[in-house]
């Protein structure tokens, strides 16, 4: 089944959803109108219509009737579990991972594989599960309510015979039971709809994230080019506002880039370093002026050969609702089974000890989606057997914020495996690592610059800019000034300030 076909099954399961529940309101109201006619004239018809309601309200209390109680939920079918976790994958937050990582396709296609290991697996509400397996009460509640509106009526009929008919009592019955039955498929199918509404929404959602940057029909890298020293490129008056705004972070920028040349780029807060890294790739396109790649504009390109030639590492990227096997793995999805490879780019992104202090290594889930475990009435903290339960339940596993920092640039080394990289893109990755962390980061980066053009954006100039073969400095959506570290130095303009602040903290 194709990702179309996925999202079009939700859309019509939803469509069908609420044709039912809209012919399903004017069934009831129409049959609720018969009802009230039919019995006014004995003088009974508000009280029969109102009993006639009983059955389906006391359907809906039951079907609740987990809420009134305190309890705790953890999902734990495995299947399940990665079908929400993949799901979870089309938020927002994830976008930027998604596009830059070329992802879509594996996460759709494991979507669809947990989708079917579930099978016929109960994955309902828990209070539909909990009145399935507590109902006997209930049902004889519901059933009982269902025969009151017959048994009032045959009561009025034994005490007052002359008011009520055979006929009248037959058709009533009759009507009664479709009426019960509609308002119960109402309740059923508004649920239902309210769940189908969100999968719709999650799936188009992912992917819309592939059809919203456009690409055009040539290939990558150009035939007969192969380019085996990295991605060169230019931009030639190039200027961005962010969508829905007028400010312009970039503001007629002009650079070229050879193959496989180091640059740095500095410059303060807001001045746009980021911006650049963002249309290189492929996040917005510039709003004017030409932004080409080995001669051609970058959005003539095939998108998905540009994707497979970019690398990114930024601030922004996360963890995914996965295996720590996955969330590294699929920096290259290809070889995302392939744990020799896996294990190498852990080492070089400086995972080895964070996957090892985890019980289940490489197996281990670090993020859960939301709303697969909790408590209802019940206190964290309260000595309560159940507040226990869910404490334990509920603890994730600890891992810093430099730690997960070491796994995403895991997974961003286990894309430097697939040749086909020729751009790598690192912004800012650093912030949460230790110095010695930091440093090992840069140099193993360094390590692997063969073949490829790489762009570091950084505030701190130490490990970086004196290796590079060309420094970009940034102010207010342009490039003030560009050369070696030590032609910047010589300028004594922005960057050699930067520089030494930098360096007269350590004097
Ligand atoms: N998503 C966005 N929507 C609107 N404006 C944005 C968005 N992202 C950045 N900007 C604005 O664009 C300008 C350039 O931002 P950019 O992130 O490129 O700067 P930067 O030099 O990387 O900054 P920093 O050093 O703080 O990371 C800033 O004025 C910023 O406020």
Request: charged residues 20%; aromatic residues 8%.
């Amino acid at each position: 089944m194709s990702s179309g076909h996925v999202s079009e099954r939700f859309a019509w399961t939803a469509f069908d959803n609420i044709m039912r529940t809209a012919m399903n309101l004017i069934c009831a109201a129409g049959q609720l109108a018969y009802i009230f006619r039919t019995v006014q004239s004995t003088g009974h018809g508000p009280i029969f219509t109102l009993l006639c309601l009983v059955q389906p309200v006391l359907e809906s209390v039951f079907n609740g009737s987990l809420w009134s109680k305190p309890h705790i939920v953890e999902a734990n079918d495995p299947h399940f579990l990665r079908m929400k976790g993949l799901r979870e994958l089309s938020k927002s937050k994830y976008k930027q991972d998604i596009i830059t990582g070329d992802i879509v396709k594996h996460v759709l296609q494991e979507f669809r594989r947990a989708v079917k290991l579930l099978g016929d697996a109960d994955i309902s509400e828990p209070y539909v599960q909990y009145h399935r397996l507590n109902g006997a009460v209930s049902q004889f509640a519901i059933k009982v309510a269902s025969d009151l509106p017959m048994l009032y009526y045959a009561g009025n009929a034994v005490m007052n015979p002359t008011g009520f008919s055979l006929a009248t009592i037959a058709t009533l019955h009759q009507s009664e039971s479709m009426l019960s039955w509609t308002f119960i498929q109402l309740f059923y199918d508004a649920r239902r709809l309210v769940r189908e509404a969100g999968s719709v929404k999650a799936i188009y959602d992912l992917e819309d994230v592939v059809h919203k940057t456009k690409g055009g029909d040539l290939p990558y890298p150009p035939v007969g080019r192969p380019h085996e020293d990295g991605m060169p490129f230019e931009l030639q008056n190039v200027s961005f506002s962010y969508p829905g705004t007028t400010a312009k972070a970039l503001d007629n920028v002009t650079l070229s880039i050879k193959p496989g040349q180091l640059v740095v780029i500095v410059g303060s807060n807001g001045s746009g370093k980021s911006t650049i890294v963002k249309l290189l790739t492929r996040l917005y396109d510039a709003t004017s002026g030409t932004l080409t790649v080995d001669g051609a504009d970058i959005r003539e390109y095939r998108i998905s050969d540009m994707r497979h030639a970019t690398a990114a590492l930024t601030q922004d990227l996360h963890l995914y609702p996965l295996s720590l096997r996955e969330n590294i793995g699929l920096g290259n999805p290809a070889h995302v089974g392939d744990m020799d490879m896996i294990r190498a780019a852990a080492k070089l992104g400086g995972a080895e000890d964070v996957i090892a202090k985890q019980v289940d290594g490489l197996g281990t889930v670090l993020v859960h989606p939301r709303g697969l475990k909790y408590g209802n009435d019940v206190s964290k903290g309260d000595g309560s057997l159940l507040a226990e339960e869910l404490e334990k339940m509920t603890k994730e596993a600890d891992v810093s914020g430099g730690e997960r920092q070491r796994l995403v640039a895991s997974r961003t080394f286990m894309r430097f495996t697939s040749g086909a990289v020729k751009l790598v893109c690192v912004d800012e990755p650093s912030a949460n690592l230790d110095p010695e962390g930091e440093w090992q980061l840069f140099k193993n980066l360094r390590s692997l610059r063969a073949g490829k053009t790489m762009i570091f954006v950084t505030h701190r100039f130490a490990h970086l800019t004196k290796h590079a073969d060309v420094i970009l400095c940034m102010k207010d959506g342009g490039i003030i000034e560009s050369g070696t570290h030590e032609e910047l130095l010589e300028l004594g303009g922005e960057y050699c300030k930067m520089f030494n602040i930098q360096a007269k903290a350590f004097d």
